[in-house]
């Protein structure tokens, strides 16, 4: 079993960073397709970004694309999203899930975590 631990949220000012960790206890992501997902108060949930496990192939939600950037870090067995340039529109919070499938852009995904709540205010 997969247990999936976010980290890195807070809260930031507009036009700010933040590095959102995903990690999996004794176990590394090697192997798994990884998305961060994101739901706002009084939205569903959306996909923000992926990254298989096959190729490499990493897939942006338009809203994001320029300021996001989604990597792994195999020597850790980790996988985080560097956001740049946040927006109060990016409040909410983020999940990271995994799964064996190398397809990554969608939302059936075996592996969940917690979340991690990212405030965008000034």
């Known amino acids: 079993q997969l247990q999936l631990v976010e980290s890195g949220g807070g809260l930031v000012q507009p036009g700010g960073s933040l590095r959102l960790s995903c990690g999996a206890s004794?176990?590394?992501?090697?192997?798994?397709?990884i998305a961060w997902f994101r739901q706002a108060p009084g939205k569903e949930r959306e996909g923000v970004s992926c990254l298989s496990f096959r190729d490499g192939t990493t897939i942006y939600t338009d809203s994001v694309k320029g300021r996001f950037t989604i990597f792994r870090d195999s020597a850790k067995g980790t996988v985080h999203l560097q956001m740049n340039n946040l927006k109060p529109e990016d409040t909410a919070i983020y999940y990271c899930?995994?799964?064996?499938?190398?397809?990554?852009?969608?939302?059936?995904?075996?592996?969940w975590g917690q979340g991690t709540q990212v405030t965008v205010s000034s």
């Open positions: 004794d176990l590394t992501l090697d192997g798994y397709s």
């Open positions: 899930a995994a799964t064996s499938d190398a397809y990554c852009w969608k939302y059936e995904y075996d592996y």
